[in-house]
Nanobody, 119 residues
């Protein structure tokens, strides 16, 4: 079993920055892709950014140029640096990871961290 614990959310003014962290722990064999998703009230959960074990990234169009995803494989941790935040970025942000054991891939979610962008 793998646990994902997010941190770094909070209240920030428009134009501000926040850095989210997500650490994986438990009986880890191999974490492959990791990512961040978000869900705003009344909306579906959507992909924000995703990163492979080798560092390849993809971003939602709405955050390109403002958000940067990175990871530390030695620490099984993924980060999301968010800059130029907008009120529409307000959402609960969820960490996601694929855990590989042999030919089996299991997907895990964190509990979520609230990001509120408001003046």
């Amino acid at each position: 079993q793998v646990q994902l614990v997010e941190s770094g959310g909070g209240l920030v003014q428009p134009g501000g920055s926040l850095r989210l962290s997500c650490a994986a722990s438990g009986r880890i064999i191999s974490i492959s892709a990791m990512g961040w998703y978000r869900q705003a009230p009344g909306k579906q959960r959507e992909l924000v950014a995703r990163i492979s074990w080798g560092g390849s990234t993809n971003y939602a169009d709405s955050v390109k140029g403002r958000f940067t995803i990175s990871r530390d494989n030695a620490k099984n941790t993924v980060y999301l640096q968010m800059t130029s935040l907008k009120p529409e970025d307000t959402a609960v942000y969820y960490c996601n990871a694929d855990h590989i054991v042999g030919y089996t891939r299991d997907n895990y979610w964190g509990q979520g961290t609230q990001v509120t962008v408001s003046s």
